[in-house]
């Protein structure tokens, strides 16, 4: 069964360091997403990403994130000056057209020192 | 506003049946989900079920929607020990994309 999947599994990186999250979406979905957990709380969406471009940010995706989808298979999430608080759970999803469900990676668990 | 809120724990014994419920704020959900969380792993879908419905039945799932109470529970008959994990409930709304998720409840369950 085709998966979402996810490189690193784990990243530990120091505090201004920039980082990429990859993500592999299954392969005839058009729709990609990042969300994240912090430690302990809810799964808080990121940024939704369609045809090439972002469809929808949170309040938490500020100007020190960014997205891409370099090529036909890859999307990838970069944090260009990590703070600590960016320490978390990153989960990358997607979706059909024409589905409602999310499928989701199993995530890269970010630590920040 | 968007809220969602589950109980963090339950505890049930091996071959009990488990009810896990949510509750939402937000009156324009599309579809409800349930997702399940092993140790070290991702989100894994479970079931969901379209807002004007009030039931679906998957094999040993069963979602109940209550939506004038904006309650929504997943039971899982016939629990295993394979059933521990941390079960979320998400809400998917009109006009965006993005889901919305509860805190995830622990199901633990012992022999």
């Known amino acids: 069964e085709p998966e979402v999947t996810q490189t690193p599994s784990h990243q530990v990186t120091q505090m201004g360091q920039e980082v990429i999250l990859r993500c592999v979406p299954i392969s005839n979905h058009l729709y990609f997403y990042w969300y994240r957990q912090i430690l302990g709380q809810k799964v808080e969406f990121l940024v939704s990403?369609?045809?090439?471009?972002?469809?929808?940010k949170s309040e938490i995706f500020d100007d020190q994130f960014s997205v891409e989808r370099p090529d036909g298979s890859n999307f990838t999430l970069k944090i260009r000056s990590t703070k600590l608080e960016d320490s978390a759970m990153y989960f990358c999803?997607?979706?059909?057209?024409?589905?409602?469900?999310?499928?989701f990676g199993p995530g890269t668990r970010l630590l920040v020192l | 506003g968007e809220d969602v809120e589950q109980s963090l724990f339950l505890s049930v014994r091996e071959g009990d049946s488990s009810v896990i419920n949510c509750t939402y704020t937000d009156s324009s959900s599309t579809y409800l989900y349930w997702y399940k969380q092993e140790p070290g792993a991702g989100l894994q879908l479970l079931t969901y079920i379209f807002s004007n419905m009030d039931m679906k039945q998957d094999q040993r799932l069963t979602v109940l929607l209550n939506k004038k109470d904006k309650h929504l529970s997943l039971r899982i008959a016939d629990t295993q020990t394979g059933d521990s994990a941390i079960y979320f409930c998400a809400e998917g709304l009109h006009n965006t994309d993005k889901l919305i998720f509860g805190t995830g409840t622990r199901l633990q369950v012992f022999p």
């Open positions: 990403f369609y045809n090439n471009e972002i469809s929808e």
């Open positions: 999803a997607s979706h059909q057209a024409g589905e409602e469900t999310q499928y």
